[in-house]
């Protein structure tokens, strides 16, 4: 056995998708591994205990293993889940959750399933190296690109467009003019698929790249407030209004790029304490019933401020990223209610999935 190499028996899999295993005071994470497998895997990187590896071989798997039906999940950092069902792969990502959880006293979660497992996104973003002509997903790690020309993960809209570049990748990276970059594709309802070199992600306003989930999502927003008859409503991250859209009531929204300038969107950083501050001078004595807010990864650190001086009856958090939706939370100073919680798949194959916790303040 190679001096890097390791034998290991999966604990648990983290909220990374990752399978955990502990030995003395070592902790070593392999992907693409399952509860109770054994086998072999390779250190790529150490910090300190914490010990980053890549599967070698699996000797003992769990009854729960598939077939991936990607050829390229074993070494593709894009999906984590498809060496098992659907089905397990909502009990990790369920499981990971209610851990998580338990900072704000571990309140009951649905789970709302994706009705296609691939074959959903509507915007995809591959990376390039010219020197090295490739084209693909960024393997962090290994510092190098996959190419992935058999992907799943796209709506077939996309499969023409993916397929031409492939085709023709050589010609594409020649016209380049960086050593390396990324591009992306995007299909939005109409028959135009937009390709765009080196912008910055979803650069013409952000969208909800699982529709079918999106649909799911806007249905659970107006159940959670069927009964909340909001007045006035502050959509904060409101992108184009996706969520207030069918809400009634006066509605502003807040986002740091709005589409396009509209009676009631303003463009502020919320990630700047002033912000509270410049919204505030904008709306004067405004007051509002409900918040909804829908952070990117990074959450929202002036939640608490934006509330104590708005001190709404109800607000909506949804979150691509559980983590910070829950230290936001945590740091409410108004005594609340959780009224519900749900878990929704918006990214089915991978770690990834969508968070909404309702609360109403006393
Ligand atoms: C997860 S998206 C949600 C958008 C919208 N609620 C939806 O459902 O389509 C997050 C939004 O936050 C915006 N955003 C990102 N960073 C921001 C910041 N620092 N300040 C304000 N908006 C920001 C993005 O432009 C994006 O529209």
Redesign the pocket.
């Known amino acids: 056995m190679a001096k890097n190499s390791i034998n290991f028996l999966i604990d648990h899999i983290d909220p990374l998708g990752q399978g955990v295993f502990k030995k003395h005071d070592q902790i070593y994470f392999i992907p693409k591994t399952l509860p109770g497998e054994r086998g072999q895997a390779e250190i790529i990187k150490s910090k300190k205990n914490i010990h980053f590896c890549r599967l070698v071989k699996i000797e003992d798997s769990s009854s729960c293993r598939i077939d991936p039906i990607c050829p390229h999940f074993t070494e593709c950092p894009g999906c984590h889940f498809l060496h098992t069902t659907y089905e397990d792969e909502l009990k990790f990502k369920a499981e990971s959750f209610k851990r998580m959880l338990a900072p704000i006293g571990s309140p009951e979660f649905d789970v709302i399933e994706a009705p296609e497992r691939t074959g959903y996104r509507n915007r995809v973003q591959l990376h390039y190296h010219k020197r090295s002509q490739s084209l693909g997903f960024i393997k962090a790690l290994q510092n190098r690109i996959l190419e992935v020309p058999e992907c799943k993960i796209f709506k077939s809209d996309l499969k023409p467009s993916f397929d031409e570049l492939y085709r023709n990748k050589s010609k594409y990276l020649k016209k380049s003019k960086r050593p390396k970059g990324h591009v992306e594709l995007y299909h939005r309802g109409d028959d135009e698929i937009k390709v765009s070199w080196d912008t910055r992600y979803?650069s013409d306003?952000?969208?909800?790249v699982n529709e079918q989930m999106?649909k799911k999502?806007l249905e659970c927003v107006s159940n959670a407030l069927k009964d909340q008859h909001p007045k006035s409503t502050l959509?904060?991250?409101?992108?184009?209004?996706?969520?207030s859209r069918s809400i009634d009531g006066e509605t502003f929204h807040?986002?740091?790029?709005p589409f396009e300038r509209k009676d009631n969107f303003i463009s502020?950083?919320?990630?700047?304490e002033e912000?509270l501050a410049q919204f505030s001078t904008v709306v004067g004595n405004q007051e509002f019933d409900l918040f909804?807010v829908?952070?990117?990864r990074?959450g929202f650190k002036h939640l608490n401020a934006w509330v104590k001086k708005f001190a709404p009856k109800t607000l909506l958090y949804?979150s691509?990223h559980p983590q910070t939706m829950i230290r936001d939370i945590r740091q409410l100073e108004m005594p609340y209610k959780i009224l519900e919680t749900k878990l929704l798949d918006l990214f089915p194959s991978t770690f990834h999935f969508e968070a909404m916790t309702v609360i109403r303040f006393k």
């Open positions: 979803a306003g952000f969208t909800q999106n999502l959509d904060l991250f409101g992108g184009d209004g996706n969520l807040i986002d740091m790029y502020l950083d919320l990630s700047e912000s909804i829908d952070p990117p990074a949804v691509c």
